[in-house]
């Protein structure tokens, strides 16, 4: 009975800030590690971080009026597009770069990436999971753009342009060379182990870019056993 309470609890996520995804996010970050954090909002995850794990955290956001919320909060935030903010930061700035339920929002989700990953030496991905059953059935069912709870929007006013499903970022980290070093699926609260692709609502991923000195330090290892 133990062991089975024991592993239901650890199959339900905290909230933070209302958002389970955040609460992923807030474990993985390391205290007093350098963080960006693209399409910050109004800054309130930064500012958690910074409150509660010393973090030195910086933000862009492009809404004006956000931007002010998170200055009135202390978080240090650059207005501007993501793909330009980007380019204009020198390599391995930051420890970790995140991009929460943003990534099927940008023109060019690649290049996102692949900055994201020059940028910081780990980059924290979250996004809802287009694989999801309900969206599937919604498709088939209704024969147009689906409508769910992770997809509200009318297809005209959708601000999603790019639709991935956990499978899809897996198979992109694959081609890509990327390391992944942790993938974590949620639905609702819960953690999803099995079927992720189909059950799970969003998807966390932390990657890391492949770096030469990992390369040599792996061969290395093997030389040694």
């Not at 061969?219 to 056993?225: F, G, N």
């Given at each position: 009975m133990a062991a089975?309470?024991?592993?239901?609890?650890?199959s339900f996520v905290r909230t933070l800030l209302g958002r389970s995804d955040?609460?992923?996010?807030?474990?993985?970050?390391?205290?007093?590690?350098r963080v960006l954090d693209l399409g910050c909002g109004e800054g309130e995850l930064l500012a958690w971080l910074a409150q509660h794990k010393q973090v030195d955290a910086r933000g862009v956001e492009i809404s004006g009026s956000r931007v002010q919320r998170a200055i009135a909060r202390g978080v240090s935030v650059y207005?501007?597009?993501?793909?330009?903010?980007?380019g204009d930061l020198p390599d391995e700035a930051f420890d970790y770069v995140i991009l929460s339920q943003t990534?099927?929002?940008t023109r060019a989700p690649l290049k996102v990436l692949r900055e994201m990953l020059r940028v910081g030496r780990h980059a924290i991905v979250a996004f809802p999971n287009f694989g999801h059953w309900t969206v599937r059935l919604a498709h088939l069912w209704s024969g147009g753009a689906p409508k769910t709870k992770?997809?509200?929007?009318?297809?005209?006013?959708?601000?999603?342009?790019?639709?991935?499903t956990v499978h899809d970022f897996e198979g992109l980290a694959h081609t890509e060379g990327w390391i992944v070093e942790r993938g974590i699926f949620l639905h609702g609260r819960r953690k999803v182990t099995v079927l992720p692709n189909l059950l799970a609502e969003v998807a966390v991923f932390l990657i890391q870019h492949r770096r030469p000195e990992l390369d040599l330090d792996h061969?290395?290892?093997?030389?040694?056993?």
């Open positions: 089975t309470a024991q592993a239901n609890s650890e955040y609460a992923i996010i807030s474990d993985i970050v390391a205290p007093g590690s207005q501007g597009d993501i793909e330009e903010a980007l990534l099927q929002e992770l997809f509200p929007h009318e297809w005209y006013d959708s601000p999603n342009i790019h639709f991935l061969s290395r290892q093997r030389d040694r056993s």
